[in-house]
Structures are given as structure tokens and as C-alpha cells.
């Protein structure tokens, strides 16, 4: 396909190294000649300096042929106006980053007016994140599928846990709980795992399973460990809005610390919350707000660095649950050796929301992509498919019978109400969602087919 990039920053550079890798032709507008520069040299796209906004620019850039523009430009209005000139021109489809909490009523009439195809709210998307994995303490990482019936969550294997150096297979026998082992990360390589798999100590494991069915498997791996009642949260910018918004009466029991006083006062007129006016980089002012006693701790703060470290002494004092936000992406692996382990990341979700549109622009007649996620530090993808036909090979074939790829998995399938962790026996039928993983990348479930 041909796909014009508005923005070579982080995000607009992280998605170029996917879709070139997956052989689309990509061209990329940028007012800030050396990142564009430093873009096009790493990748093998069509760099063009210049505001993305500007007609004649887009007109030269062959906008009318392109099957889809991308605005990733750090100013949401910008991004809007991109891709209203851009449908008007010709463009086949149109996706715009959105982070402004102002314009969220308007997103709708947004997606109309301006003729977008799809917008993404990197913060708010964050702040969805924030709220499953407070849900399972343990966790490093969960994903949704299939509108909320099933969880993805990473969680790390240790010394003590009553799973390390079981077999997957015995691993079944010995716990009553439906669920799956569906990716292993042990080092540098990802594994999709074979019944005979024996997990190890400092193994960074995926499962799959329903809500209920992976609260119990929590449950038995952490003892008595609750979800999180007393929240203590660093920052008040829009992730923390988002979250306040979606945690409800419950961000009443939440400390919020912000060094700007301005949006100290904003946020508490606008939840009725209390949020403390300080440093949240001082141990003196996080011993007084209680951080030796909470159950989670939230550092979300603008300042990548400043999460980091006071994720550390949380860490250090030992709070149950900890999630760190980072916003670069080449700091996310650093974080994670350094002993953090749970990061949420506005921009990772930015780049697989738009790397799931791309696939399902194909909108294949069999199957279509309903969610995309990288699991396992980006080296599993997770995709849930739509089965819309028979599918030789696919439906109505045991899954022990179903040539697949060296290196992929059938994970689950939703059928109406119901969540099957498949065994060999287990068929897909027309109209079930089945949930998918792979070592590579895959755009339609046949693509596993072997």
C-alpha cells in the first residue's frame, strides 16, 4: 500500500520500521529537516520537508494515490487538518492522533466533518491500560480481546512461584483453571510454547484466559494479594485525567502529587479529588503520603526519568503493585533491565492502534483483524480475527489437525458468550473470534496456515 507519514518523530518512526518491514511504500512529511533526515536514512522511505498541512506539499507527495495518511505531527490540530486536505484530495482512508481531553466531545463529529477514518487518544488508551492491569496484581501487562471477555496478561516467573520449573502439561493437571500458556520470553528469544515447555525462574510468560478464570489464576499465585484500594499517583497530566475518569468514585481513595500548581487546582475542581502540590522526586514528601502502606503506585508524571526513579524507591519500599510510564520508546527496554517492570507507553499504543488499522484495511472476505497487540517486549504479536467464511484447512478441522506455521498459536476462540481455551479436539466455526499469536506478522488468520 501507499502510506504518507505527517510527523517523523518517535511515533511516526517506530511506525515506518513496521510497515517497511512489511513491504508498504511509505512516505514521510516533516517540518524538522534532521529528524526527517535521520528517517529517511534509516529507512527506506520518501522523505519530504515541509509543513503536512500544506496542499500543494500533499499534492506532490501523491496523496490522491495514497491508500492512507497518517498525522502524527505533535499538534492535534495540525493532524486533524492534515487529514481533512487529505480526504479531500483523494486519500483512500485517514487516521489522526487526538490527545486533547477538550475535543473528546467533538470526536464524533470530528471523525464526520473532517473525514477521518480513525482517531487515536494515546493517554487515554494508556489510562484504559492502567485500569486492567490494576485489576490483576502480579501482572506486568494485560491486553483485552473479544470486547472484555478475554485477558492477555505477562507476568514474570520467580524463584518461588509455584509454577517455576513445571511443564506446561503438568502445569494444566496441577491447577483447576482454565487458561493457556500462549508465549514465553526467556532472555532475548520468545517462545510459543509446546505442552513439554518447562518454565523457569526470570521467564517473562503470556497467558490467555477469561477475567474470572485469570483472577483465580492470580489468586493462587500471590496468596492473599487484593487489587488495589489506596493508590498513590505522580503527575496530573492527561493520563491521570483519563484515569480519573475511568476509575469513577474509586480515584477518591487515590494521593495525586503535581510540582504545577495549576494543574493541581484543575483536576481537583474538576473530580472533587484532593491532589497534594509538591515534588513527587522527595522520599520525605512520599513517606508522609503514605507510600510504605499502599497497595499500588502510579508514576505518571511527563518526565520519563523522574518515573523511573521513583518507581525504584517504591519498589524499594516495597509496594505490592508498581506502574511506570514511559513515553520514549528506546527507554522502555532500559527501564525494564533496570528492575521496572510493568510500563505503560502512550506511544507503543499509538503504533499498534495504527498497525492494526493497516492490516484490517485489507478487509479480507474470510476473517478481519478486530485488535492487534505486541506482547512480550514486541516480539509475539496477538491478533483476535472475525471468521467470516469456511476457510479450508481452518473451520471445522480439530485443532490438532490444523497445519499451522512453525511458531503460532491458536490462543482462544469466542463463540457468542462463550471463551474455549482450545484443546486438539476443539473446531473453529463460521462466526467465532479466535485469538492468535506469532512470531511474525501475520494479516489474515490463513497466514498461519501451513
Not at 499451522?404 to 466455526?429: Q, V, Y
Request: proline share 2%; charged share 25%.
Amino acid at each position: 500500500m501507499n502510506i504518507i507519514i505527517i510527523g517523523s518523530g518517535t511515533v511516526g518512526s517506530a511506525i515506518c520500521s513496521q510497515l517497511v518491514k512489511e513491504g508498504h511504500d511509505v512516505t514521510v512529511i516533516d517540518s524538522d529537516e534532521k529528524s526527517l533526515s535521520e528517517i529517511s536514512n534509516t529507512y527506506d522511505v520518501t522523505g519530504i520537508l515541509g509543513n503536512g498541512a500544506d496542499i500543494s506539499l500533499l499534492s506532490d507527495a501523491g496523496v490522491e494515490n495514497a491508500d492512507l495518511l497518517v498525522a502524527v505531527a505533535a499538534m492535534d490540530e495540525i493532524n486533524m487538518l492534515c487529514c481533512y486536505a487529505a480526504k479531500k484530495l483523494g486519500a483512500s482512508y485517514t487516521v489522526a492522533r487526538i490527545r486533547n481531553p477538550e475535543y473528546i466531545p467533538f470526536m464524533n463529529l470530528m471523525k464526520s466533518d473532517a473525514n477521518l477514518s480513525m482517531t487515536i487518544n494515546p493517554e487515554y488508551a494508556t489510562a484504559k491500560e492502567i485500569v486492567r492491569n490494576l485489576k490483576f496484581p502480579g501482572a506486568t501487562k494485560v491486553d483485552t480481546f473479544c470486547d472484555g471477555m478475554v485477558e492477555m496478561a505477562e507476568f514474570t516467573v520467580t524463584k518461588n512461584s509455584p509454577i517455576c520449573d513445571l511443564s506446561l502439561l503438568d502445569l494444566r493437571e496441577k491447577l483447576n483453571i482454565k487458561f493457556l500458556v500462549c508465549g514465553v520470553l526467556r532472555g532475548d528469544k520468545a517462545y510459543i510454547p509446546s505442552g513439554t515447555f518447562v518454565l523457569k525462574e526470570g521467564d517473562s510468560i503470556c497467558i490467555t484466559a477469561s477475567e474470572e478464570e485469570l483472577v483465580k489464576f492470580f489468586r493462587l499465585l500471590g496468596g492473599k494479594r487484593k487489587k488495589a484500594k489506596h493508590l498513590i499517583i505522580t503527575g496530573a497530566g492527561r493520563t491521570t485525567y483519563y484515569l480519573a475518569k475511568l476509575l469513577g468514585k474509586s480515584i477518591a481513595n487515590a494521593t495525586i502529587i503535581e510540582r504545577d500548581e495549576a494543574r493541581c487546582e484543575e483536576l481537583s475542581a474538576e473530580y472533587n479529588i484532593s491532589v497534594t502540590h509538591g515534588d513527587s522526586t522527595s522520599q520525605e514528601l512520599l513517606l508522609e503520603e503514605g507510600i510504605e502502606s499502599c497497595d499500588a503506585f502510579l508514576a505518571l508524571s511527563d518526565v520519563d526519568e523522574e518515573n523511573a526513579i521513583v518507581s525504584m524507591y517504591a519498589k524499594k519500599m516495597g509496594v505490592p503493585q508498581i506502574i511506570t510510564m514511559i513515553r520514549s520508546l528506546s527507554y522502555i527496554n532500559f527501564f525494564k533491565d533496570a528492575g521496572i517492570d510493568s510500563i505503560v507507553s502512550p506511544k507503543s499504543s499509538t503504533v499498534d492502534y495504527i498497525l492494526r488499522f493497516v492490516r484490517g484495511m485489507a478487509d479480507a472476505q474470510d476473517s478481519e483483524i478486530e485488535s492487534l497487540h505486541t506482547v512480550l517486549d514486541g516480539k509475539i504479536e496477538a491478533l483476535e480475527f472475525v471468521i467470516k467464511e469456511r476457510i479450508d484447512g481452518l473451520t471445522e478441522t480439530p485443532i490438532s489437525k490444523i497445519k499451522r506455521i512453525p511458531n503460532s498459536l491458536i490462543a482462544c476462540i469466542a463463540r457468542g458468550e462463550d471463551i474455549i481455551i482450545p484443546s486438539g479436539n476443539d473446531i473453529i466455526k463460521i462466526g467465532d473470534r479466535v485469538i492468535v499469536l506469532a512470531t511474525g506478522s501475520i494479516n489474515n488468520i490463513k497466514d498461519i496456515l501451513n
